[in-house]
């Protein structure tokens, strides 16, 4: 899922082509995708795009008169830019929408069959505000903010970063680099924080973010965002279980958990212990190792 640095440079992208532009028309090609429609759609052909913006995930193109279109990408939606005779190159089952400029189209695209991504037309801030799912801004807030989410509810540090009532736009993917940067166990509980790994978890969240968005930027050089991915070969830990940790060498580990999964490193975050995978540590029982060492 494209997470915080993804939506950034995405946004960035937009604004250089389509703010202060009329979008000429909008295309439906999966009606499943609209979830909102008021006002409906083809009220805003011709409306010029008068702003970008995220909220926590979610991309947000703004018109006049406060309507507001709102993409939500979840896991496996991407967005495209194509000049005008451009070819695709993207199969039409996995075009959601085209939004259609006279100097291009955006599309917003979804792999896979299950279908989740949505777009949202609303009226007003208040309906805006609605799709908000209310977590901190992890770039803009202060430490103290930060730990009141934090300990609003005792769960694991895995699970906090990734709610996005308690912190907007962080998901699997940073999440593991957050507290692989921070040092911090993935399932150490949030209330059971001291100070310092507070702050230390504080300074690793805006660090990494951060870092990842220059990147990310970097990357793209000015051009449309197309290879959008949640595994990236310069990343500390995430998608690289068994490879060695870049800063110790030890084999990263994983935990696997529905269709997520946690990597970490023992050596660096978690004092050498290996962290019980649920489905696994439960079939091997007492064959489960506990320690790198019995890895």
Not at 174 to 192: G, V, W
Request: net charge positive; aromatic share 6%.
């Amino acid at each position: 899922m494209p997470e915080l640095p993804d939506i950034v440079v995405y946004l960035e992208a937009l604004e250089a082509r389509v703010v202060g532009r009329p979008l000429l028309f909008v295309h439906v090609r999966s009606p499943f995708v609209v979830r909102t429609v008021d006002p409906p759609l083809d009220r805003l052909h011709g409306a010029i795009v008068r702003s970008v913006g995220r909220l926590g995930k979610r991309l947000v193109l703004g018109f006049d008169d406060e309507r507001f279109v709102v993409l939500h990408l979840m896991i496996a939606g991407r967005l495209r830019w194509r000049e005008p005779g451009q070819k695709t190159g993207i199969g039409p089952r996995l075009v959601l929408a085209a939004f259609e400029f006279e100097h291009g189209t955006l599309l917003f695209t979804e792999a896979g069959s299950k279908k989740r991504a949505s777009l949202h037309v609303v009226r007003g801030a208040t309906a805006l505000a609605a799709l908000s799912r209310g977590g901190i801004e992890p770039l803009t807030c202060g430490l103290a903010a930060f730990e009141e989410a934090l300990v609003r509810e005792n769960h694991t540090l895995k699970r906090s970063l990734t709610d996005p009532r308690l912190v907007s736009g962080v998901g699997n993917a940073y999440s593991d680099e957050i507290l692989h940067a921070a040092r911090l166990s993935p399932l150490k509980l949030t209330r059971s924080l001291t100070a310092d790994e507070t702050s230390r978890l504080f300074e690793a969240t805006r660090s990494t973010l951060t870092a990842w968005t220059d990147r990310l930027r970097l990357e793209a050089a000015g051009r449309f965002p197309e290879k959008v991915t949640a595994f990236h070969g310069a990343m500390a830990v995430h998608g690289r279980f068994g490879q060695p940790c870049p800063d110790c060498g030890a084999p990263v580990q994983h935990i696997v958990y529905a269709t997520n999964e946690c990597n970490y490193c023992a050596i660096c975050q978690t004092g050498g212990r290996l962290l019980a995978d649920r489905a696994l540590s439960r079939l091997l029982k007492r064959d489960w190792p506990r320690t790198l060492e019995d890895w």
